[in-house]
């Protein structure tokens, strides 16, 4: 059977490359990087090395650049970090509605310790109003969060706009780029902000790599407590192997992007159109052209996500979907819902997270195998018959 | 995949007794798209015993393979004793359920009660084990 | 030229059997933990597998297995994620004096949050009195950590003793055993503690692996917010090569703990012996028979840490030192001052960390290497000329 | 290894003028072991030249190399040429020097100039770039 893996949005493998860059750090080099020895120094300097890749790719400075373990812990890190350090100004958080749970629920986290939460809406492609980002912003106004691309529909929002627009306030602007970082351009002076996330698992290097970029001289409270590592931002012993991977994955990143985007949206372009064409009653979710270039998604009404997503992995493919039934709380997606899609369409959530790897026969193997699973469960749902009694009979 | 066994996924690939029966003599339906899940049941009766049962269901795989399994368990039962059919007869014969997915079994079982109910109002026949539970204890049981 | 790492306290390498169960998690296996298709399940099955293995080792349940990215982040996890949720108990923590700094800060940080933070005292060997942390129980106490074994002084601490003292009090008590869990037993029901962190690079595993080991049933504020990760204890896209190689380090040194702890007790002492016999005015630091199996920490009057690290490192030599000197602070190990010795002795910190690749050679290099250094660094040092003039002149 | 220059790495693995002069003209003694270095400074003066210089250093590999620089640096120089050394020069003959270990270059200077002040007191003489600190200024500056 035809394996297609299209859940990219999730993870991405690892290139090839990256793992190489890696091995020699999970095997031979495995000093402590704070340590006083030629094995620390080995390691110290690979990690250097790593800083400079990654504050290449988003156009910072080395220096800038805080290694975490996960993007999460990046936005974590940034909300929490950003507005303790700031409390002393005020207590007034602004984010969006579409927001990663990392962000939204750690500025959640921080309105049950006092802080005051601002959380704006978007419009029907998932797109937040700069004017009504800078219309919010108050006098205790200490840090806004909107994210630059959002992972289940793929919009990207106008993070330079709302940049330009917050600027003269000085309040601090953070943006979450885990899903855009490595898939477009990112650059922190271009959009304006003081602090930006991203994680190595979105752009084919490994998983429990992470960084915050903040702005040189912001002061930053960190999560944790302990060693000195990350200029006292991030303590505990550096996972050299992940960052050395992370830093040749942003490396490949910047030389392959114009390729891979080109790549990638042309794919994606034929399996919006394949989806849209063959399949009645699918909807395209998040904005029709400022979206990702690897990200497809789509609610397909009458039907259930989950069911879906087996029937497709009983066929060798992978995807996501934000249904209820795929959440562990059994709540449909926030993203689409604060879209104003109905909780009934928002069930039937796909999500598709195109790749490197994949190829234009991929994408007809999806357009052969989706519509039958969809008709499939169709037939067997109780809305689409009583749709085509009403529609059609 | 969510972790199914073997049994739920095999109810869910060939799921039996799937469709509506145009000429049901009772109709449950139960759940709320809103929710994640809907499930219809159609029951056919002759004499006192379930000849026919059919469903509909708009939900995830294991609200497919429950309704599935139960339709299954009900057909050729006497009304009673498909009453006595639970929730947790219905995990057990799938070989277990996911703990966020047990509220799937209740609608299984709910639904098949309220098509037996269905079917009792229209006849103005009571049924031994209907009684004793209102609709509202019905949708609410155990979820 | 030999080269001789013996500073496995800083961080061990990895054993080539846990960096092969890692391979195919890096490459081919890079589905997401929490995705619905087979990627997932591999993946999800994989970190499964890794949880009975850690959890095995130290004789807990894997549904009580937090998996971090680090030591620090374990305890970090523990000190305020357990204070947190206990803090409508009461709020008064109690740590020793000679905590790991992720979790002596981690409680400063909570005392500057308002809670009451007592630090109780070691003695010369660097040992907390079981009766010691017992009298410091007060109504409002709410969490007791001490570490099992120190990572600076090989001190094993009387874990178990304290567990028994403070059991009917239902105060919670964490310990670190991060320096000693896959070097010397460990079981959480023996110890009586509610939770214990532990780290993959202090027992032959990966960097960026840790875990924390909460009782079931245990309430704990997650250090992020995010997804349902960890059963919510901890968001963000899993390291699963890293949990891997973490479970199979586990397995490693549950398999071969005695063979090990023989092998490296003799080592040690062959070493202690050598220096101790060799370098006049050295001392062994730490409890002399209840100290790790692989640790040998002295101090060498007269002389300064960093300066015998360099000459020892141009001499193929990796060893660590608690000296002001070698750390970023430049200020002097606050173990080996909470255990009563002067900060001029303690600028004399060295710390050897054996490991499973050492061999006797390696103990007679550093024999052989050591006393030349020691002398020449005496050589120039204004306090040893001092000292000589009064003591031999 | 801390992140030091070739030429630090060279003035600490090779130290020039290490030891004590037995019949010293001057000495100077600065920083406490407890703070984690010490550095004594011996000179020989001849005429109003440092004829030789020497020095005992409690400490990190940086206090190391800076001692042995500033006594090379000091050696045949006149007093006064010799109070114009200053810690900045001396980090920058070293090829610089990691942040944290700035104060060391302060210490070598500052023994020197202490050294040199107890000739002076010795011999009853003021010499120019003497008289403009203080004591306790040496102890403090920069640090
Ligand atoms: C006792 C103890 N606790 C905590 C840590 C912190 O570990 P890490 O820096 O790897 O997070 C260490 C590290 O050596 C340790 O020995
Ligand atoms: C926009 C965005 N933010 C945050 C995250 C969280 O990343 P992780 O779970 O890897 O920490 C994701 C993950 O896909 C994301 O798309």
């Known amino acids: 059977m035809r394996k297609v893996y299209l859940d990219n949005v999730a993870t991405t493998p690892i290139l090839l490359e990256a793992v190489e860059v890696m091995l020699p750090y999970l095997r031979e080099v495995y000093g402590n990087p704070q340590s006083l020895h030629s094995w620390g120094d080995e390691a110290r300097e690979a990690i250097d090395i790593a800083r400079e890749q990654v504050a290449a790719l988003i156009a910072g400075n080395p220096e800038e650049i805080v290694f975490t373990s996960s993007g999460s812990e990046a936005n974590n890190l940034a909300i929490k970090g950003l507005a303790q350090a700031q409390a002393g100004k005020g207590k007034h958080i602004i984010v969006s509605a579409v927001e990663h749970f990392s962000v939204l629920h750690a500025a959640r986290t921080l309105e049950k310790a006092g802080f005051e939460l601002t959380i704006v809406p978007v419009d029907k492609y998932g797109l937040t109003d700069p004017d009504e980002v800078a219309k919010n912003i108050r006098k205790d106004t200490i840090l806004v969060s909107i994210m630059h691309a959002n992972g289940e529909v793929g919009t990207i929002q106008p993070v330079a706009e709302i940049g330009m627009k917050i600027k003269e306030t000085g309040v601090l602007f953070h ?210 018959a009583r749709f085509m009694k009403e529609h059609r009979g | 995949m969510p972790v199914y066994s073997e049994k739920v996924m095999e109810y869910f690939m060939n799921p039996r007794n799937v469709g509506e029966i145009k000429d049901a003599d009772g109709i449950g339906e139960v759940g709320n798209p809103v929710c994640g899940d809907m499930m219809t049941f159609y029951i056919k009766v002759k004499g006192n015993r379930l000849e026919d049962v059919k469903f509909q269901t708009f939900g995830c795989g294991a609200a497919i393979a429950v309704s599935s399994m139960v339709s299954e368990m009900a057909i050729g039962k006497t009304l009673e004793e498909a009453l006595t059919i639970t929730p947790s007869m219905v995990a057990q014969e799938l070989e277990g359920l996911p703990k966020n997915k047990f509220h799937c079994s209740n609608l299984g079982a709910q639904a098949l009660r309220k098509a037996i109910r269905d079917y009792a109002n229209k006849k103005g026949i009571k049924i031994k084990g209907l009684e004793e539970k209102g609709e509202e204890d019905e949708e609410g049981e155990e979820s």
């Open chain 1, 175 to 384: 943006t979450d780029a885990i899903a855009s970082t490595g898939n477009i351009g990112v650059d922190v002076k271009g959009l304006g902000v003081d602090a930006l996330s991203l994680a190595g698992n979105q752009f084919y290097g490994p998983k429990g790599s992470g960084a915050l970029w903040v702005r040189k001289g912001l002061r930053l409270i960190p999560l944790m407590d302990g060693g000195v590592q990350e200029g006292g931002r991030r303590p505990g012993t550096e996972n050299v192997p992940a960052i050395v991977g992370l830093g040749k994955a942003a490396e490949l990143a910047q030389r392959d992007m114009p390729s891979r985007m080109e790549k990638l949206s042309h794919l994606r372009d034929k399996l919006i159109d394949g989806i849209l064409t063959t399949i009645d009653h699918a909807l395209l979710t998040g904005h029709p052209s400022q979206r990702l270039p690897h990200h497809a998604s789509f609610c397909i009404e009458f039907i259930e996500g989950e069911a879906m997503l087996m029937l497709l992995n009983s066929q060798g493919i992978a995807v996501s979907s934000g249904s209820a039934c795929t959440s562990q709380a059994l709540k449909a997606s926030h993203v689409l819902i604060a879209m104003g899609i109905s909780h009934e369409i928002a069930q039937g959530s796909l999500l598709f997270g195109l790749g490197v790897d994949n190829n234009e026969g991929d994408i007809d193997y999806v357009i052969e195998k989706l519509p039958p699973i969809v008709s499939k469960l169709r037939q067997m749902s109780p809305l689409y």
